[in-house]
């Protein structure tokens, strides 16, 4: 209770970057309880600590976006407002990344091991079949937006069935870049460390710097893409616990759902793009 009280929707809307420093918050209490009570497991259960404290926050959003669309405004109004709502979800997953980052880079490689099990295995795997992978840019980038367009759908099944259900897809995407982040920072240091000596305050924030930005330039439009399905689905559910079926509401909530869905393809295609022809040239 004490974590899901920190702020509400209304000053979240406000000042959105605050919540990078609760984001932090809740994926480092997620890691530390996770260590302490379910170790063995450790590399799930703090995933879902981190999301269960953000879901009161985020089912709240989901009702106050919602009590928008029986506003009656129309789709431009909307739209920018959601784009409040979105913002606050950006800047919670940027938060949480940043966390899990940090602590992949400082704990000791025992304690890495065991708490990100799980998604240095997803890495592994991701990493084997790009290696594998032996096809034109364009093959490239078909199996990459499809992917994503499936996680566009889970993020809205979840979200429709749970209300805020898509925290917990998001929570564990934030916890893999997390981890390949750590990794970067972790074996760039070492290299430092071996031909340099002990690293400085300026190796630390250029590593850090680059594992962020490695990610960020096409990892930030997809995470936003699934934040705008997500929300879709959350508002959609909200409507049919309220029973707003078949009233002219109803209906206009279904266009503002199809207008979110809608940009949230786009946005995916675009994120696509970036992370096959643009990424790739910078780093």
Not at 22 to 40: D, E, K, P
Not at 104 to 111: A, F, H, I, K, R
Not at 179 to 207: D, K, V, W
Not at 232 to 256: C, P, Q, V
Request: overall charge negative; charged content about 10%; glycine content about 8%.
């Amino acid at each position: 209770m004490v974590l899901e009280s920190i702020i509400s929707p209304h000053k979240a809307e406000q000042k959105p970057a605050i919540m990078l420093l609760l984001g932090f918050i809740y994926a480092t209490v997620g890691v530390f309880l996770s260590l302490m009570v379910f170790r063995t497991h450790s590399s799930m259960i703090m995933v879902f600590l981190a999301a269960m404290a953000s879901i009161p926050l985020i089912y709240n959003m989901i009702i106050m976006e919602e009590e928008k669309d029986l506003q009656g405004m129309g789709e431009g109004w909307l739209l920018k407002e959601h784009a409040k709502a979105l913002s606050v979800f950006i800047w919670l997953f940027i938060g949480m990344t940043i966390a899990f980052s940090l602590w992949y880079s400082v704990l000791s490689p025992e304690t890495v091991s065991v708490l990100f099990q799980s998604q240095s295995d997803t890495i592994n795997s991701i990493n084997g079949r790009a290696t594998g992978f032996v096809g034109s840019q364009f093959e490239s980038f078909s199996s990459i937006f499809l992917n994503n367009v499936r996680v566009l759908v889970f993020c809205i099944l979840f979200s429709f069935l749970y209300g805020s259900g898509a925290i917990f897809i998001l929570s564990w995407n934030a916890s893999v870049i997390g981890a390949a982040m750590g990794n970067i920072i972790r074996t760039e240091l070492a290299s430092i460390a071996t031909n340099i000596g002990s690293p400085t305050i300026i190796h630390y924030f250029q590593i850090g710097t680059y594992s962020l930005f490695r990610y960020v330039i096409h990892g930030i439009p997809e995470i936003l893409a699934y934040f705008m399905a997500g929300l879709a689905g959350g508002i959609i559910s909200i409507a049919a616990i309220r029973h707003d079926f078949g009233t002219k509401k109803f209906e206009h909530i279904l266009l503002d759902s199809a207008d979110l869905l809608l940009l949230a393809l786009v946005t995916v295609f675009i994120a696509g793009v970036l992370e096959v022809w643009i990424t790739p040239l910078i780093f």
